[in-house]
Structures are given as C-alpha cells and as structure tokens.
C-alpha cells in the first residue's frame, strides 16, 4: 500500500513543477496596452456634518452645478496585459464649488432659520479617486471577454462651508455672522471585482461593456458598477456608460455617505 503522506508530496512536487509552465502560458505573447480619457459627470450626494455651525445635513449637487461651477478636473485610466494577465489603474480629481445666496429657509442646529434672516453659503469640494488593481483574464476571445480583479482604491475628500449671515441671527448657535468650516478625510480600501465587454454580433464593431467591483476597509462598504454601449475602431475605442459609485461610512465618521452617479463618455486608445 503506498504512503498517503508520500502521495500527497509527490502531488505536491508534481503542482509546483506544473505552476511555471501554466503561469509561463498566461503570460505568453506581446504586451497589450490601453490608455483612456473620459468625462464623467455625476450627480453627487450624502450626508456631510459641518461643525460649527453644527448638526446633520444632506447635501446634494447635481450634474448641472458640477458643469457650471467645476473648477479642474482630470479623468483617466491605463491598462497593461500580456498574455491573461493585466494590471489596471484609474484617476479621478474634481474640483468643484458653489455659492447660493439670499438663502431663508434650513436649519442650523437643528433650529429654523427665522424670516427675517437671510444667508450666503459657499460650499467647495476637492476629491481624488484612485484605483489600482490586477486582474487575469478568464475569457479571451474575439467577440468578448472577462476578467477577474483585485487590488485597492483610495479617496480622499475635502469639503469646505463659509456663510455669511444678515438680520437677528442672537437666537442661531453660530460663532459669528461670518465664519468657516471644513472636514475631510481618505480611506484605502480592498476591493474584488469582475469586468469585460460582448460584442452585438459577430461582425459588429457595436459592443457592451461591464465593471463592477465590492470593497471594504477603511469604509465600511464601497462598491462600483458601470454598463453602457461602444464601438471599436482600428485606434481603440468610444463608449457611453453610466457609472455610479458609492461609499458608506461608520458612524460618527465627517462624511458619512456619498455617491457618485452619472454618465461617462470616453475614448480608448490601444497598441
């Protein structure tokens, strides 16, 4: 009767002198790269804890005051592959502000603005959106494909409020008429994730692409999808997604929630 302890170890050998050659096989064949920019302008809310002036507050700004009051941004990604496997990363920075004026109706505190006062917010918000991951393509063919990934995403978000206020403000628990706040903070997190595309027949440059990814760490959920349409060209590619993206934080965290969501449209490049 033979060893099982010695049938195990020869399996063993017999794996790990087979691990070069398959990893020797997925790697076969010329560097693949892509690079990509894009515009994506998303609706974006949550829920932000300014203090002073002090207590919770939802906030919202939507696509139209990202288009009329963005200040800088940049939006890109690039991709590497040889063989089935790839590594990918992607930037996002915004830089955003607005000001609303002649404002008599919310709260501070939790108390009611009275009528006869009347106020000027400026609401400002810097973000950076970072992912890196590597991914090992499971499906690899003309028509379609479909890639496994992990890595990490980082983001680091600062909010900024100044007001300025007019009228009988003794009764509002404010340190002035005029005054700031800020918050921020950045969070790495591990996410898993799947991606690819099929094409809209078999000699259709017409295709439908697909990401999404789940992660947690620093966040206590953050998760990612987008879907759209694109077309291929001899160069690369054009594509129109939309693309949400979310994170949910602990309790007591500044920024409790946010969401990113909105179109995207963007062009690859590819040699």
Same mark, same amino acid.
């Given at each position: 009767m033979?060893?099982?302890?010695?049938?195990?170890a020869r @399996? $063993?050998l017999?794996? $790990?002198?087979?691990?070069?050659?398959?990893?020797?096989?997925?790697?076969?064949?010329?560097?693949?790269?892509? $690079? @990509?920019?894009?515009?994506?302008?998303?609706?974006?809310s949550?829920k932000?804890?300014?203090a002073?002036p002090?207590?919770?507050?939802?906030?919202?700004?939507?696509v139209g005051?990202?288009?009329?009051?963005l200040?800088?941004?940049?939006?890109?990604?690039f %991709?590497?592959?040889?063989?089935?496997?790839?590594?990918?990363?992607?930037?996002?920075?915004?830089?955003?502000?607005?000001?609303?004026?002649g404002? *008599? %109706?919310?709260s501070?505190g939790?108390?009611?603005?009275p009528?006869?006062?009347?106020?000027?917010l400026?609401?400002d918000m810097?973000?950076?959106?970072?992912?890196?991951?590597?991914?090992?393509?499971?499906? =690899?063919?003309?028509?379609?494909?479909? =890639?496994?990934l992990?890595?990490?995403?980082?983001?680091? /978000?600062?909010?900024?409020?100044?007001w300025?206020?007019?009228?009988?403000v003794?009764?509002l628990?404010?340190?002035?008429r005029?005054?700031?706040?800020? /918050?921020?903070g950045?969070?790495?997190? $591990?996410?898993l994730?799947?991606?690819?595309?099929?094409?809209?027949g078999?000699d259709?440059?017409?295709f439908?692409?697909?990401?999404?990814?789940v992660?947690?760490?620093?966040?206590?959920?953050?998760?990612?999808?987008?879907?759209g349409?694109?077309?291929?060209?001899?160069?690369?590619?054009?594509?129109? /997604?939309? *693309? /949400?993206l979310s994170? %949910?934080?602990?309790?007591?965290?500044?920024? @409790? =929630?946010?969401?990113?969501s909105?179109?995207?449209?963007? @062009?690859?490049?590819?040699?």
């Amino acid at each position: 009767m033979n060893n099982p302890v010695t049938g195990r170890a020869r @399996a $063993a050998l017999l794996a $790990a002198s087979l691990l070069p050659a398959a990893a020797a096989a997925d790697t076969q064949g010329d560097w693949e790269f892509g $690079a @990509a920019i894009y515009g994506w302008f998303p609706d974006i809310s949550g829920k932000t804890t300014f203090a002073p002036p002090g207590g919770d507050g939802d906030f919202t700004v939507g696509v139209g005051d990202i288009l009329d009051n963005l200040q800088f941004t940049f939006q890109g990604s690039f %991709d590497a592959r040889k063989g089935r496997w790839g590594f990918l990363t992607d930037v996002i920075y915004m830089d955003l502000g607005k000001t609303q004026s002649g404002i *008599r %109706d919310g709260s501070i505190g939790d108390i009611e603005l009275p009528i006869e006062v009347e106020g000027s917010l400026t609401f400002d918000m810097k973000s950076w959106i970072w992912t890196a991951a590597g991914y090992y393509r499971l499906v =690899d063919q003309q028509n379609s494909s479909f =890639d496994l990934l992990a890595g990490l995403r980082y983001i680091d /978000v600062d909010q900024a409020l100044s007001w300025r206020f007019s009228g009988e403000v003794g009764q509002l628990p404010l340190p002035g008429r005029n005054g700031s706040t800020s /918050v921020g903070g950045s969070n790495w997190d $591990a996410i898993l994730g799947l991606r690819g595309h099929f094409a809209l027949g078999q000699d259709s440059g017409w295709f439908i692409p697909y990401y999404a990814d789940v992660g947690t760490g620093d966040s206590d959920l953050t998760w990612q999808a987008m879907a759209g349409v694109g077309y291929t060209f001899g160069w690369g590619e054009l594509s129109g /997604v939309w *693309r /949400v993206l979310s994170y %949910d934080q602990s309790s007591g965290h500044p920024i @409790a =929630d946010m969401e990113f969501s909105g179109p995207a449209i963007g @062009a690859v490049f590819r040699w």
